[in-house]
C-alpha cells in the first residue's frame, strides 16, 4: 500500500499577497506655525516685563530664607532663572478668561498671573490668610477667580488636567486657552502622550509648554531621554512644536503671539519647549551635586534673563536710576509679603475637617 503523502507535500501555504500601494508618505505638508520673532516691545511693556521677573527672583530668594529659617515646611521647588518662561508666555494671556496649570514649581507662575505675593508668602509659610487657606503650601496652591489651577505634585499629573481645561473652554465656547507646563523629567510620562493624542483628536485650545531646566530632578536631559530635542515630542500626534529660548522674554513673548494665535484659531494644540536653567537646585533640600558650580556660574553670566532685560532696557532709553528704584520698590514689595506671612495666624485645627470632601457626611 502506498504511503500518503506527507503534510508537507500534500499541501502549500500560499504566500501573501504584496500590498497593492506602498504605504501612505509622511505627511510633512502639513500646516505650521510660523517661525517667532523675537517680540517687539513697547519701553513700558519692557519696564513691566522686567519688574514681573525681578519680583519672581526677590520673591523666591526670600522664600529660600524662609525656608532655611524653619518658617517654610515641607516641599519648596524655587523657580530662579526660569523667570522668562512664566512671564512672557503670560503676559500674553488673559487674567481669567485663560487657564493656567503646572508642576510643584509653582510660585512664579502665580506671581506673573497677577495673584498677590502676601497670599503666596502665607501659603508658603501655612497660614490662614494663604491662597489655599495655609493647607496646600508650596507644592498646592489654587485660583479659580484668576485661572490657575495648580500646581501639583504628582509629575505629570497636570498635563491631562490642562487638557481637561481646554476641553472646557471648547466645549462651552469663551474662546480661553489652556496652558500646560511640565519639565523635561515629565515629559518621559505615559499620561503626557495620552493627553497629547486626544487634544489633537478633538483639536483642543492648549499650549503644552515644556520647560527645560536640563535636569529633571538630578540627571541631565541628554542620559534621561531618547530624543533629547524635546519639542519633537508632539510629531507623532501631529502636534506642531517650536524650540524657544526660555532665558530671552522677549523671545518666549514672541512664542507666545505665536501658538496663542494658533490655539485660537482652532488649529488645536501646539508645543513649546523652552530652554531654560534653573540656579538653584531640585527642591530646598537638594545640594546639586550633578553639576559644577562652573556651569551655573557661565549661565548666570551668559544667559541670565534679567540681565538680560537690563541689556533691552538699557537700548530703549531706561536709565540706571530708574532700574534702582523698580529694585527699591520691588525688595519693599516682597519685603511687606514675608512680614504679612511671618505675623498672620496659623489655620484654625477645625480647618483640618474643611475642604476633604465636597460635602459634609
Not at 499577497?17 to 517667532?36: G, M
Not at 516682597?334 to 477645625?350: G, H, I, N, R
Request: charged share 25%; hydrophobic share 35%.
Amino acid at each position: 500500500m502506498a504511503k500518503p503523502p506527507s503534510p508537507a507535500r500534500s499541501r502549500k501555504t500560499p504566500a501573501p499577497k504584496r500590498a497593492s500601494r506602498s504605504p501612505a508618505p509622511p505627511a510633512t505638508n502639513r500646516e505650521r506655525p510660523d517661525e517667532p520673532d523675537r517680540y517687539k516691545a513697547s519701553k513700558q511693556e519692557l519696564v513691566d516685563l522686567y519688574r514681573q521677573m525681578l519680583l519672581i527672583r526677590r520673591f523666591e530668594e526670600k522664600a529660600g530664607q524662609l525656608y532655611g529659617l524653619g518658617l517654610i515646611g515641607g516641599f519648596c521647588h524655587l523657580y530662579i532663572g526660569q523667570e522668562a518662561v512664566a512671564v512672557g508666555l503670560q503676559s500674553a494671556l488673559t487674567v481669567g478668561k485663560d487657564s493656567v496649570v503646572t508642576g510643584y514649581r509653582d510660585h512664579g507662575h502665580m506671581l506673573a498671573y497677577g495673584i498677590d505675593p502676601k497670599v503666596i508668602m502665607s501659603e508658603l509659610t501655612g497660614r490662614a490668610a494663604g491662597i489655599s487657606r495655609g493647607k496646600g503650601g508650596s507644592m498646592h496652591m489654587f485660583s479659580v477667580e484668576h485661572g490657575f489651577y495648580g500646581g501639583h505634585g504628582i509629575v505629570g499629573a497636570q498635563v491631562p488636567i490642562g487638557a481637561g481645561l481646554a476641553f472646557k473652554h471648547k466645549y462651552a465656547g469663551d474662546g480661553g486657552v489652556s496652558v500646560a507646563y511640565f519639565g523635561d523629567g515629565a515629559a518621559n510620562q505615559g499620561q503626557v502622550y495620552e493627553a497629547f493624542n486626544m487634544a489633537e483628536l478633538w483639536k483642543l485650545p492648549i499650549i503644552f509648554v515644556i520647560e527645560n531646566n536640563q535636569y529633571a530632578m538630578g540627571t541631565s536631559v541628554n542620559r534621561a531621554s531618547a530624543e533629547d530635542q524635546l519639542y519633537r515630542r508632539g510629531e507623532s500626534f501631529r502636534i506642531p512644536g517650536l524650540q524657544i529660548d526660555g532665558m530671552d522674554v522677549l523671545a518666549v513673548r514672541g512664542a507666545a503671539e505665536v501658538a496663542v494665535e494658533w490655539v485660537r484659531s482652532g488649529k488645536g494644540p501646539i508645543l513649546l519647549e523652552m530652554k531654560t536653567y534653573r540656579y538653584r537646585g531640585h527642591s530646598m533640600s537638594d545640594p546639586a551635586k550633578y553639576r559644577s558650580r562652573e556651569e551655573v556660574q557661565s549661565v548666570r553670566e551668559k544667559s541670565d534673563p534679567i540681565e538680560h532685560a537690563k541689556r533691552d532696557l538699557a537700548e530703549a532709553g531706561v536709565s540706571e536710576d530708574e532700574l534702582k528704584q523698580i529694585e527699591k520698590e520691588v525688595r519693599a514689595q516682597v519685603a511687606e509679603a514675608a512680614d504679612f506671612a511671618e505675623t498672620s495666624p496659623e489655620p484654625e485645627l477645625s480647618e483640618l475637617h474643611t475642604d476633604v470632601l465636597v460635602e459634609r457626611y
